[in-house]
């Protein structure tokens, strides 16, 4: 049975008609358009569909839109813009870290959330906030590099 919701993603006002159960991915993708936010396993272990609420990093595969509340959400397309990037997509290019790119969206959620909260952070605590992500391309060496510029970038 379909509610109204209403959510603020990226800035902007959005209602939506919705099973309350239905992950918010789906609306994300489906209903909002928004193709950042990736269907990888949909069981909240490879990361695939990281979107941030109210700042912090969730599973948007596993989270039920009646779960969002009035909280706002952030995906990789309001992380920041291609004439203002956010200092993790600008290091990304600078270290050529993109392969297929399907993974994307989760370590630039994921860590820009953590460079956030740890502005001069060791390799051994980004490796363990970025522990629970999947790159099938194997650019793990490549995003801990990315990843380091850009905390030096931001600090």
């Known amino acids: ?13 959005h209602s939506i008609a919705a099973d309350p ?7 994300l993708r489906d209903d909002l358009g928004l193709n950042n936010p990736r269907f990888g396993c949909g069981l909240a272990q490879c990361g695939a569909c990281t979107v941030h609420l109210d700042g912090q990093p969730i599973s948007s595969c596993v989270t ?12 990789l397309a309001g992380l920041g813009t291609p004439d203002n990037p956010h200092p993790l997509q600008t290091a990304y290019i600078e270290e ?15 860590a820009a959330a953590f460079l ?40």
């Open 1 to 13: 049975m379909s509610e109204k919701f209403s959510l603020t993603v990226n800035g902007s006002t």
């Open 21 to 27: 159960d239905t992950p918010l991915l789906y609306v």
């Open 64 to 75: 039920p839109i009646s779960a969002v509340g009035n909280g706002k959400i952030t995906t």
């Open 96 to 110: 050529q870290v993109p392969q297929c790119g399907y993974c994307i969206n989760g370590w630039l959620m994921t």
């Open 116 to 155: 956030r909260d740890n502005k001069k952070p060791t390799e051994a605590q980004i490796k363990d906030a970025l522990s629970g992500l999947k790159c099938r391309c194997g650019t793990h060496v490549a995003i801990l590099r990315a990843v380091k510029r850009a905390a030096t970038m931001m600090g």
